[in-house]
């Protein structure tokens, strides 16, 4: 790889850092021909760029090309449940976390999992099979309220 993809791939988290998304998102979309490490790194702050200027349809985009080549990334995960949040579409943010802790154990999402609880219990969240759900999750991750 070439050492300027680099440096600009680095420009772009310094750009993201200071909470400069838009021009990052410019530099990101012109990085090509990234080793695969790279390219993961490319679409994740893509993805958080693109959700911290409520471009959330893209955000959304971009996590699930990033799950699709790792299905265990939280990070792109989380991305697409606040995504969906930023939208207002809670049923697909609730879908999304259910998907992802069905599959794979919380760290992230551990917090979240804490405060779905609390909605839970406050009655803001009634679904019967997501409660449920979100329960059970909470139990294998071992968390308690």
Avoid: P, R, W
Wanted: hydrophobic share 40%.
């Amino acid at each position: 790889m070439d050492l300027t993809m680099k440096e600009d791939l680095q420009k772009a988290k310094d750009l993201i850092d200071n909470e400069q998304y838009e021009l990052a998102i410019d530099v990101l979309n012109n990085l090509n021909e990234l080793s695969s490490k790279d390219y993961s790194y490319k679409l994740l702050f893509l993805a958080y760029s693109y959700y911290k200027v409520e471009k959330y349809d893209l955000a959304i985009h971009i996590a699930d090309i990033l799950l699709q080549k790792n299905s265990n990334n939280e990070y792109a995960s989380q991305l697409k449940y606040l995504a969906y949040c930023g939208l207002e579409d809670y049923d697909d943010a609730l879908d999304e976390i259910i998907n992802f802790l069905s599959n794979n154990k919380a760290n992230l999402y551990k917090v979240t999992l804490e405060e779905l609880l609390l909605d839970i219990k406050k009655g803001l969240i009634n679904e019967e099979n997501k409660t449920c759900k979100i329960k059970e999750l909470a139990v294998q991750n071992n968390i308690n309220l």
